[in-house]
């Protein structure tokens, strides 16, 4: 089963749950953790892994052979991306912008534009304790992460319990990270803005056909219109955590929700309990 971890805004307590929740998990069932904030990777911090494996992520880039080219322009014309400029006697090729769809190369005439590999990220595995675990990093700099997140999916193992810990919003990253999830642990604050992300976080999934719940941190006596609107979506609330002074201390040491607070362990067990349960029944009512 892969459940991921998302949330329509930034610093909601993502990584504290996708953390915890395998720590309670690791001795459990086989497990693997991974990290699709390739932005901004964090999880690492928490669990402490042993990093064996490191590979490159690369896109290719256009290279241009001016004895062949005649500027004529095609290339530029057929790059969607803005990502060559053909001038008189010169072809521009501007790679942070170029998303390698090969387009340029595949249409000149001349023949003249071959292609190379441009380094962008890595992805690193490893092991924290019984924890499998895997993240992507993408260069300073570079402005396209998805690539990066594919090649950290294509490590998915689909005979463990996944996790996979997205990055915060609603874009091209975090429809890339959540797609194949069998379930998506939305993590959300009792806040407007927690509310207004929220929103738009349940709409993202829902049209992904993905199976969803809700996590609210941070919570106290402020939660109450966020748990009219999970009503009046009918999106179950799994879990909340409450505002707490010595959960952010735990939080800004590194150490997980689950291991500073052991009582906690049995409430994500519970909450992954609880989603199999709803991933199971929606197996069951599609067999019908």
């Known amino acids: 089963m892969i459940i991921s971890v998302a949330s329509g805004k930034g ?21 693997q953790l ?15 892994p042993v990093i064996d494996k490191k590979e490159p992520v690369a896109i290719p880039v256009p290279k241009i052979d001016e004895t062949k080219c005649t500027f004529c322009g095609k ?6 991306y803005n990502a060559i400029a053909v001038l008189p006697k010169n072809v521009l090729v501007l790679p942070n912008l170029c998303h390698g769809c090969g387009a340029c190369s595949y249409l000149c005439p001349e023949k003249a534009i071959t292609e190379e590999d441009m380094i962008i990220g890595v992805v690193e595995s490893g092991h924290a304790g019984n924890i499998d675990f895997i993240q992507g990093r993408l260069n300073t700099g570079e402005a396209m992460p ?25 874009s091209c990253p975090v429809v890339e990270s959540v797609k194949g999830s069998d379930f998506c642990l939305l993590v959300t604050e009792p806040t407007p803005f927690g509310l207004n992300d929220l929103t738009l976080a ?43 002074t010595e959960i952010a201390r735990l939080y800004s040491r590194g150490i997980t929700l689950a291991e500073g607070m052991p009582r906690w362990q049995e409430k994500f067990e519970s909450l992954f309990r609880h989603i ?13």
């Open 276 to 288: 199999k349960e709803l991933v199971d029944e929606r197996s069951s009512s599609l067999k019908r």
């Open 202 to 244: 349940v709409e993202t999934v829902r049209k992904l056909g993905i199976l969803c719940g809700v996590v609210i941190n941070r919570a106290g006596d402020n939660q109450g219109k966020m748990e009219a609107y999970c009503r009046e979506q009918n999106i179950p609330v799994l879990m909340t955590i409450p505002l707490d």
């Open 34 to 48: 991974v990290d699709c904030d390739v932005e901004e990777p964090n999880d690492h911090l928490f669990l402490k």
């Open 75 to 80: 290339c530029a014309e057929v790059c969607a």
């Open 146 to 170: 998805v690539p990066v997140i594919r090649k950290v999916k294509e490590k998915v193992s689909p005979d463990k319990t996944v996790i996979i810990d997205i990055s915060p919003g609603t």
């Open 11 to 31: 610093g909601t307590g993502k990584t504290l749950v996708a953390t915890s929740l395998a720590v309670s998990l690791k001795d459990k069932c086989s497990l």
